[in-house]
Nanobody, 128 residues
C-alpha cells in the first residue's frame, strides 16, 4: 500500500519561498515517477511539476517555470518542491502524486486522477 505524506506548507508573503516535502512508502520509490499538483479554491486540481526515476527529467507547468524546482532523494524516498518568488495566485492545496503504473506520465493524472496515488495535501497561502 502506497502512502504519500506532504509537509512544509504554510503562510508566506508574496515574493517569499517555501520548500515542500513528500515522503513516500509502500513500494520501491525510485522505480516510479513523482509529481506535484495543486488545487486553488473553486478550481480544479492542476499539474505543477513531475520528475522521472532519476530526477534528471523534470517537467513544469508554464505557470511555475523559472520559480519552482522539483527534486527527489531516492535514498530518503522523498521528493521536494522548492517554491521561490511566490505569488498570491500560487495559493492552493498542494498534493504529492506517484504514478500507479509505469505506462503513463504523472502529469497525465491531472485529467485521470486514478492513474496516480495521492497524498493528503498541504496548504500554501501567499499573501499580497
Amino acid at each position: 500500500q502506497v502512502q504519500l505524506v506532504e509537509s512544509g506548507g504554510g503562510l508566506v508573503q508574496a515574493g517569499g519561498s517555501l520548500r515542500l516535502s513528500c515522503a513516500a512508502s509502500g513500494r520501491t520509490f525510485s522505480n516510479y515517477y513523482m509529481g506535484w499538483f495543486r488545487q486553488a479554491p473553486g478550481k480544479e486540481r492542476e499539474f505543477v511539476a513531475d520528475t522521472s526515476w532519476s530526477g534528471g527529467s523534470t517537467y513544469y507547468a508554464d505557470s511555475v517555470k523559472g520559480r519552482f524546482t522539483m527534486s527527489r532523494d531516492n535514498a530518503k524516498n522523498t521528493v521536494y518542491l522548492q517554491m521561490n518568488s511566490l505569488k498570491p495566485e500560487d495559493t492552493a492545496v498542494y498534493y504529492c502524486a506517484q504514478q500507479r503504473g509505469t505506462t503513463y506520465l504523472v502529469r497525465q493524472c491531472e485529467a485521470f486522477s486514478d492513474r496516480c496515488y495521492w497524498g493528503q495535501g498541504t496548504q500554501v497561502t501567499v499573501s499580497s
